[in-house]
């Protein structure tokens, strides 16, 4: 990492492009030099994507939260993230009653909890194809907070079932997880999108112009949408490219509210009456922050119409996947 910063050439886009680094009047340079500021950025990769030396501000983040963790005898000391490390480390509502099948859908946290009538249309609809399911954190949110040794014990849960019960695929709803687990784990992962059109399930979106916003992890590659493009007809509208993040990268919204909240706040601005993404966090927030007319486009595929919860519902939605 120290090699990536000394080809810095300090042309601040980096800090053009970032409300984080902008607020702090700060490149990426700068950045590596405050610890005190790890937990602040949001993780969302936009530095990166416009640096013209290829320097990762994440990666300078999660690098240097770890070294706040191994200073803090392998923990992290903040109130702020008491509630997710008490859910997610590890986490409480895993259930692998059903996972003893070849093929195993991950549906991961978020989607269960903002789309459990979606999600349970999905699960039950898989099971007549001898496709189980499983319900558990990926665990990026706490390697991502610097927890790296845990994150990877949390994980073994998972690769001893994939192990136990030979399972040969998992297929993954959220794009955080597909890329995650991707460098996590040695064995195939496809997408919910591959399955389905594997399947010949699901339908065709029919919008003639559909207004799109790329999740983070998904931005700058792309490869998880492309999975879906078999399932969109019309024409896709990029219209939420200078949107940062949908405010709840790097889980800093703790430590930036205002950058959050903007963030999140930031695609009513645009002028689209509606938004579509393939991301459950990025759905719930926007909606939380006012942007009502936020889609998840597999609910659409799979025609299912969804009121989803904003608040302590979508928790008790999360817990509830436990005893399934």
Request: proline letters at 3%.
């Amino acid at each position: 990492m120290k090699n990536k910063i000394e080809k810095c050439i300090n042309c601040k886009l980096c800090t053009k492009n970032c409300d984080f680094l902008e607020k702090y009047n700060m490149d990426l340079s700068d950045f590596s030099k405050k610890e005190d500021l790890a937990y602040n950025c949001f993780l969302c990769g936009k530095c990166r994507e416009v640096c013209p030396k290829d320097i990762d501000g994440k990666a300078i983040a999660i690098n240097m939260r770890q070294k706040k963790v191994a200073k803090g005898n392998k923990k992290l000391i903040d109130k702020n993230y008491n509630m997710l490390l008490r859910e997610k480390n590890p986490y409480i509502f895993a259930n692998y009653k059903n996972s003893n099948k070849k093929s195993v859908l991950f549906p991961g946290c978020n989607f269960i909890s903002f789309y459990s009538k979606t999600s349970k249309v999905l699960i039950k609809t898989l099971s007549k194809y001898d496709i189980g399911v499983i319900f558990d954190c990926c665990q990026k949110p706490i390697d991502e907070l610097g927890l790296k040794e845990d994150a990877n014990k949390n994980l073994q849960r998972l690769r001893d079932t994939i192990s136990k019960e030979n399972i040969e695929e998992i297929i993954v709803v959220c794009p955080n997880c597909y890329y995650f687990l991707g460098e996590k784990l040695d064995i195939k992962i496809v997408t919910i999108y591959e399955k389905l059109k594997e399947l010949n399930m699901g339908e065709k979106i029919k919008d003639t112009c559909l207004p799109l916003y790329y999740p983070c992890p998904d931005r700058k590659e792309k490869l998880f949408f492309k999975t879906i493009t078999p399932f969109i007809e019309g024409e896709i509208k990029d219209s939420f490219k200078d949107t940062q993040c949908c405010g709840l990268g790097g889980c800093a919204a703790t430590k930036e509210k205002d950058i959050a909240e903007n963030m999140a706040k930031s695609v009513s601005l645009v002028g689209e009456k509606e938004l579509f993404t393939y991301c459950a966090s990025c759905v719930g927030n926007f909606r939380r922050k006012g942007f009502k007319n936020s889609y998840h486009l597999l609910s659409l595929i799979l025609n299912v119409d969804e009121e989803i919860p904003l608040g302590i519902k979508s928790l008790m939605n999360r817990a509830l996947f436990k005893f399934k």
